[in-house]
């Protein structure tokens, strides 16, 4: 908590049931924390603690033993526990000096009740104090957190919440932008300011990977506990900002932090979004290009400027992301598309640059169109792609939205990506035959052959011709020979590994196998036959896409 809503040891000697006590040793303790009440009057009990307890005794444990009372301090101490607060009486009648000298040396506070207490006042008081402070910083909290956004939507959001944020918390600010400048509230020497960027620079590394739940870290830097919390979305830091203080952090720190952290990543994204609507409308040449409207590499270069010639000798691929809502009774509106498109083409690009991309991004209905510059042609580009996809469709199942994927292969020059384009376009078309939601061209096999034949006819022909009396058997008898073909073919022959994909036993498969090879002749799976047998169960595929094989 703030530190205006903590209870300090000296403040509890303040309050209305410790007007008979007082402070036998440990004054330099008197600024410890009070976290909770505790009663022990057990010898052994350091699994009860967790720390920054005020604890009552009425010695029990030890009476006036002082080997007994040490080890009883021993676990105070160890447990970092707040006080010690002693009831004269039955069982301690004096308190020794060698009690007090150790209770000094720890700078523990010891408080003597010299008569008779209720420990449950104590315990009642100290306790409702601390639950209505508690609520009283949550009021706090939520009040700040309405300023945080409030601040968000003028000119100089960030600032603001920064300077809140100090007075706040009565911390050192320090914001750390992944582009521009750092700033110090309160602004502090540029020695100072040198010492702490340097000293906090490979953590700020460390955190920025923070997938999708940033989370703060803690350490010791000079005596002083410095809070790093990454700011960002989608997956990617954008900031980082941090809390230098001279306590140990509590709650509080941690829960306006983390408000005001989300207060400036949604000021960010939201300048990112504009950002983003801006280059979208830059970037709309490239369906041009795409579609051969434009043949001249003269109207590029002004459309791009001085990225034309370190793009045009990069590799790319071009890539099409379909992207439909998953919601029952949901359909995306036309009104709705562009805006949903650009916030997808947020998390897009950020994600294409996280592997080291540089995409052209544009929108055509419900699909985004990426042109990914490749900036590590040395490192194989598939495996990043594949990592590419397996963020972004995490990221949006969330979201529960549906994304389709198409990649063209490899190419460079501009001049030629219509081509790659054409092979995405042929890719995401068979994403409902193969029943995949990444589809990569160059993995499609035969069906780049059979996507080139126009004439449907010659394709339906051929089909008849191999397979016609499989197609009429499992249309009249309800069978799924073809089904078997396929996956019988698919595993080199394999009767064991068929039966397991198939979910049947073997002899259901020696069966299946006899009628098909009663259809087809014995010869079927001689080497022509069987390689014709398959390229006419993908063109059986491509023709009829609503059945699954």
């Known amino acids: 908590m703030n530190q205006d809503y903590q209870l300090t040891v000296q403040e509890v000697l303040a309050r209305p049931t410790f007007q008979h006590a007082y402070l036998a040793a440990g004054k330099e303790g008197l600024q410890r924390l009070v976290r909770w009440v505790h009663i022990i009057e057990v010898i052994h009990f350091e699994q009860l603690l967790q720390g920054g307890e005020l604890i009552l005794t009425t010695g029990a444990a030890f009476k006036n033993d002082t080997a007994a009372f040490m080890t009883y301090l021993d676990q105070l101490i160890h447990n970092q526990v707040s006080c010690l607060c002693i009831e004269m009486g039955h069982n ?30 104590i315990t009642q008081d100290i306790h409702a104090h601390m639950i209505n402070q508690h609520h009283k910083a949550l009021q706090d909290l939520e009040k700040i957190s309405r300023e945080f956004h409030r601040m968000t939507l003028t000119s100089q959001g960030v600032t603001h919440v920064l ?83 001279s306590r140990k952090p509590q709650e509080y720190e941690y829960l306006i932090m983390d408000s005001a952290s989300l207060s400036i990543a949604q000021d960010l994204l939201r300048k990112r979004y504009m950002e983003e609507r801006k280059l979208y409308s830059q970037t709309l040449w490239v ?23 370190q793009l045009n000798e990069l590799p790319y691929h071009v890539i099409l992301i379909e992207f439909e809502q ?28 996280q592997h080291s991309f540089h995409p052209l991004i544009t929108l055509k209905n419900n699909k985004l169109v990426v042109v990914a510059f490749d900036k590590a042609p040395k490192r194989p580009s598939k495996e990043r792609l594949q990592q590419v996809f397996q963020s972004l469709l995490a990221m949006k199942a969330e979201e529960q939205m549906k994304l389709t994927v198409g990649i063209g292969q490899r190419n460079l020059s501009f ?15 068979l994403a409902p035959t193969l029943q995949g939601n990444v589809m990569f061209f160059d993995e499609l096999g035969v069906f780049q052959l059979l996507l080139h034949i126009a004439d449907k006819q010659i ?23 073809l089904r078997t073909l396929k996956v019988y073919l698919d595993n080199d022959g394999s009767k064991q590994i068929a039966a397991q994909q198939l979910f049947i036993v073997r002899q259901s498969l020696y069966y299946r196998l006899e009628k098909i090879e009663e259809l087809l002749g014995a010869d079927y799976m001689l080497p022509e036959k069987r390689l014709a047998l398959q390229v006419a169960i993908r063109a059986y595929q491509l023709t009829n896409p609503v059945r699954k094989l």
């Open 459 to 481: 394709l339906q022909a051929f089909v008849r011709t191999y397979l016609g009396p499989i197609i009429d058997h499992d249309q009249t008898k309800g069978s799924e020979l």
């Open 92 to 121: 301690v009648s004096t308190i020794p000096q060698e009690w007090l000298s150790a209770a000094e040396a720890c700078q523990l506070p010891l408080i003597i009740f010299p008569q008779s207490v209720r420990f449950i006042d």
């Open 326 to 353: 998953e919601q029952e009774n949901h359909s995306l509106q036309d009104e709705g598309t562009e805006s949903i498109g650009i916030h997808l083409s947020l998390s897009v690009r950020s994600v294409f640059e």
């Open 163 to 245: 300077g809140l944020l100090q007075s706040s918390t009565k911390a050192q600010v320090i914001y750390v932008p992944q582009d521009g400048q750092p700033k110090f509230i309160p602004p502090v020497s540029s020695r100072e300011s040198g010492h702490w960027l340097s000293c906090l620079a490979g953590k700020l590394v460390e955190t920025s990977d923070h997938g999708q739940a940033p989370v703060p870290s803690v350490e010791d830097i000079d005596g002083q506990t410095v809070i790093v919390q990454p700011v960002g979305a989608m997956g990617k830091t954008w900031a980082h900002l941090i809390l230098i203080l």
């Open 287 to 309: 369906d041009d290009l795409l579609h051969l409207r434009i043949r001249d590499e003269e109207q590029i270069k002004v459309l791009i400027g001085n990225e034309f010639k």
């Open 415 to 429: 001049m030629q990506a219509h081509i790659s384009y054409q092979e995405a376009l042929k890719a995401i078309s």
